[in-house]
């Protein structure tokens, strides 16, 4: 049994050595441009570069992970970057799953409706968060516009915590939610029609046949979907940085913002690069997960 | 074949020769057009601006006149001065003439990144430094060293609706307290009262109150002071405005500002002179004809608040000569009509300020003849301003939001100013 097994995988294995040799280039390329800035980063964080100073950069230790750490502004940051991901999450899942589970049907109408929910996808953030800063504006807005319409007070949406973050989860819900669709449209399309047509003779109703079939047949894709978005928000900064600018004050600055401040504004580089390690340890784990449930998907 | 290339040797050589000749006489046809100092090309980085593009007009005048090749890079405001202390950083001398924000005169003066202007200035009978006033002469100075040309003199004005105010029978407020109380008429009847940025540069108005209250951000050892009664009631007051300002405002940027002022029915505006140029376009400004300005209202003190662009050579520069002689030639008294009308943000010099056809095209100029009883105060000249600004704007929100009170609010901001300019070098 194992020389069966094996003679097959040495054979592919020879097979694929060419190809593997072709491909030492793109290695390369991604050794230059990931690999080296990121052991880069790592090794500035342990200097202290500032942009403005202009003298020589000393080795100071821990010390950027020290001040970091015991800045306010690295907590409330990290706080705000989870509860848009939490709340985020919470919003753009089950509205694509629901909205997958309707395209499913084929209904009348189904492939217009695809292509106008997918929309959102091709536009660039930047022109969504513009678009939607007017949206959104106190004074002249069409939001506030139609809610005076029914006679609902204007809301300052950007200009408190609360109503701000809600803007800018909304405004990726609208951008995120077609691509959370899509997929768990494909994942609805693998599962074999036989199975529910073996459910409905045995008298399982809807809700049954969701929670059972579907869900556990679309978990896998679900799990890859939340670690994807879960690093999409920890990265979230260019509809952010239009709308709100991190803004009222510090109020929706995420983690990652709050970094793009420290390097860009404050010229603080070797603090900006310990902000970026602390992202990325924070990343990991949500890496490893998405490896896991990725292997699952397969 | 030998004879033909004797021929063609020959032939060569007499190439040679009037190709040199030419070469000579052109180069000396050039020196004498540009008084035979200097030539070659410069390289000028810009940003974005109306400034930028009324400097980029004056180009092909200036190469034919003087021989001088001007190559230009424009970057936008977010990642210019980072670029030119990266450059500055390297000594890369990839630059001959910079513009750069006032508020980066201070980190480029201790990395000594520009070229002190003084001798060329004190030399040059166009440029006419007696033609700014005087506390505008140092606008560009940093520790008795002219390190940037003004490109800019941009005051905190009072802008004003000339059509609400004669309707209810107001005039520009002279304080701080007739400011407040025109906002509330104004609002009383039906319109914005008055508007200022209360969103991501909520700083500039902060600032500006605290300096005209009698109170100051740091002291003379660089110790933040910014819980003194007189910036506590600064914010008190920045904070009554916003209970006259249209809804919006506590998000407003300063360019949202302008808009909304130009755009919709509000009685007031505090903001820079430099967004003046928005007040010209008809497609910005739906209240053309009505727009009034004013001195901003006075305090416990007769401060104003100025700021602008600067132009400046940097140290690395490879041709200074040629750089000043286009600085000279763009900014210098004998163009100074034209660069205005061009479209840049004036600067106040005395001969455009009192120039009376000027005056007409735009009635805010005299608004640039700074009083020499007013103490001119600049964006804080430290590098850490950046840092420290973020937090101010962060303090300030807290108490615009109603989050925290002003005096509290302050006092944690102190504390976390400490840290900050303590990484400030003492000069």
């Excluded at chain 2, 300020?353 to 805010?364: F, G, R």
Aim: glycine share 8%; hydrophobic share 45%.
């Amino acid at each position: 049994m194992i020389t069966k097994v094996s003679r097959p995988n040495l054979l592919r294995r020879k097979n694929l050595r060419p190809v593997a040799h072709l491909t030492i280039p793109t290695w390369i390329f991604l050794a230059l441009v990931v690999l080296i800035p990121f052991f880069y980063g790592i090794y500035i964080s342990f200097l202290n570069i500032n942009l403005a100073s202009f003298l020589p950069p000393s080795f100071v230790g821990f010390d950027n992970y020290q001040t970091v750490l015991a800045a306010s502004e690295t907590w409330s940051t990290l706080r705000i970057t989870l509860i848009i991901t939490l709340i985020g999450l919470l919003m753009q899942i089950p509205i694509g799953i629901l909205l997958a589970l309707v395209l499913h049907e084929n209904l009348r109408g189904t492939k217009i409706f695809r292509s106008i929910l997918i929309t959102p996808m091709l536009l660039t953030p930047v022109a969504v968060g513009l678009t939607y800063r007017f949206m959104f504006d106190t004074d002249l807005g069409v939001i506030n516009w139609a809610l005076g319409s029914i006679g609902i007070e204007k809301v300052n949406w950007l200009g408190s915590q609360t109503s701000a973050l809600f803007a800018i989860i909304i405004v990726d819900s609208w951008q995120s939610i077609p691509f959370v669709m899509l997929l768990v449209l494909a994942a609805l399309t693998a599962i074999s029609s036989s199975l529910y047509e073996a459910a409905r003779v045995d008298g399982a109703t809807a809700s049954q046949i969701f929670r059972r079939i579907t869900l556990p047949l679309i978990t896998p894709t679900l799990l890859v979907i939340t670690m994807i978005k879960i690093m999409d928000f920890l990265k979230l900064f260019d509809t952010l940085f239009i709308l709100t600018r991190g803004g009222p004050g510090n109020a929706t600055t995420t983690l990652g913002l709050w970094t793009y401040k420290t390097g860009f504004v404050f010229l603080e580089f070797s603090r900006a690069a310990a902000l970026g390690v602390i992202i990325t340890i924070i990343t990991l784990p949500v890496y490893f997960l998405w490896r896991r449930a990725s292997k699952g998907v397969r | 074949m030998k004879g033909k290339h004797l021929l063609k040797r020959r032939n060569f050589k007499v190439v040679a020769l009037v190709a040199a000749a030419v070469l000579t006489l052109s180069a000396c046809s050039s020196d004498s057009e540009s008084g035979g100092e200097v030539g070659g090309e410069i390289n000028v980085f810009l940003i974005p601006s109306p400034s930028s593009t009324s400097i980029q007009s004056f180009i092909p005048e200036f190469e034919a006149e003087t021989g001088i090749k001007v190559n230009v890079s424009e970057t936008p405001y977010g990642e210019a001065h980072q670029k030119q202390l990266l450059s500055y950083n390297q000594k890369a001398g990839a630059y001959d003439i910079a513009q750069f924000d006032n508020t980066y005169l201070a980190p480029f003066c201790q990395a000594k990144a520009m070229l002190p202007l003084d001798s060329y200035i004190s030399g040059s009978d166009e440029y006419d430094i007696n033609d700014f006033g005087k506390g505008q002469q140092d606008y560009g100075k940093c520790k008795g060293e002219t390190l940037g040309l003004t490109l800019s003199t941009e005051p905190m004005i009072q802008w004003y609706r000339t059509d609400l105010y004669e309707k209810l029978g107001l005039t520009p407020a002279k304080t701080w307290d007739e400011y407040y109380n025109n906002a509330k008429k104004v609002q009383a009847a039906g319109f914005g009262g008055q508007i200022m940025g209360f969103g991501p540069n909520v700083s500039w108005w902060w600032m500006t109150l605290v300096w005209s209250f009698g109170g100051a951000l740091y002291d003379e050892n660089l110790n933040p002071v910014v819980n003194s009664k007189e910036a506590v009631a600064a914010t008190d007051y920045l904070k009554k405005l916003l209970e006259v300002s249209p809804k919006g405002a506590i998000t407003a940027t300063g360019d949202d500002t302008t808009s909304k002022f130009l755009g919709e029915d509000i009685g007031a505006m505090l903001n820079y002179s430099g967004y003046y140029g928005m007040a010209l376009d008809p497609s910005i400004n739906k209240n053309a004809g009505k727009i009034g300005t004013a001195p901003a209202p006075m305090g416990t003190v007769d401060t104003t608040h100025l700021a602008g662009w600067n132009i400046g050579v940097p140290a690395d520069a490879k041709n200074p000569d040629a750089a000043w002689k286009f600085l000279e030639f763009v900014l210098g008294k004998t163009n100074s009509v034209k660069y205005l009308e061009s479209g840049a943000a004036a600067i106040g010099r005395q001969s455009i300020i009192n120039n009376a056809d000027l005056v007409a095209k735009n009635p805010y100029l005299p608004q640039l003849e700074i009083p020499s009883s007013s103490r001119i105060e600049r964006y804080p000249q430290i590098a850490v301003w950046p840092e420290f600004e973020v937090a101010a704007i962060d303090a300030v929100t807290q108490v615009l939001t109603g989050k925290q009170k002003s005096q509290a609010a302050l006092d944690a901001l102190n504390e976390k100013l400490k840290p900050i300019l303590a990484k400030e070098p003492k000069s």
